[in-house]
């Protein structure tokens, strides 16, 4: 007998994945917060203007702001740390 869960039409199932999405961005959005502002300077930390806060140009200024190849960087690092961490799942199911 199958849950009627998993019999859930198609714009349903859009909607689900959008509001939990959605949701995960919110409950997040704290977190990444309190990373972008350890890093920046106080000046742009507490400045009046919100968009100051957000680009922070007092810190680009003497810091200097990360660029496209700090993303793609990033970016490479994670998916190799992912397939190694799936690499190490699947050696083991072999091994046992």
Known sequence: MESKIF???LPLK???A????????IAVFPLLWIF????KLPVDSFASNPLEVIFGPATKLQVGGLS???????????Y??????????SFFSIVT
């Open 7 to 9: 019999n859930l039409s």
């Open 14 to 16: 859009i909607t689900v």
């Open 18 to 25: 959008l509001v939990i999405s959605f949701w995960c961005l």
């Open 36 to 39: 972008v502002m350890s890093i």
């Open 68 to 78: 496209i190849i700090n993303f793609l960087v990033i970016g490479v690092t994670i």
């Open 80 to 89: 190799v740390l992912y397939k190694i961490y799936q690499l190490r799942f």
